[in-house]
């Protein structure tokens, strides 16, 4: 499925636990995923332009707007293919960015 993150053991190939995107953030599909080490964080972008935060057990880090209500990070582009985190500058960076 194209919502859902697994964690595989590599030493017997079986799942160690998965996220499903929807349920965590009402996202139907994910574009693009990305880890950072520095931080222990999984950063993810939705085929509807958000940007989704996972720490290292998969478990959603909600974000609140001025207002108090829990959403994602909603992103001002179109389009986005490919997201890295360049670890030694803290910087997000993004490719195939449309919009």
């Known amino acids: 499925m194209r919502n ?3 964690v595989w ?3 017997n190939g079986s799942t160690v636990f998965s996220v499903n995107f ?3 953030a009402q996202s139907h599909s994910v574009s693009t995923v990305t880890y950072s080490k520095r931080y222990h964080l999984y950063l993810a972008v939705t ?3 958000k940007l989704l935060v996972y720490n290292e057990q998969l478990k959603y880090i909600k974000q609140k707007d001025v207002h ?3 959403k994602p ?3 001002k ?5 490919f997201i890295h985190f360049w670890e030694s500058q803290s910087k ?5 960015v449309g919009g």
């Open 4 to 6: 859902n993150l697994h």
């Open 9 to 11: 053991d590599p030493t």
């Open 22 to 24: 929807f349920d965590t």
């Open 47 to 49: 085929s509807d332009f």
């Open 68 to 70: 108090g209500n829990v």
């Open 73 to 75: 990070i909603e992103l």
């Open 77 to 81: 582009v179109r389009l986005v293919n």
């Open 92 to 96: 997000l960076i993004t490719a195939g």
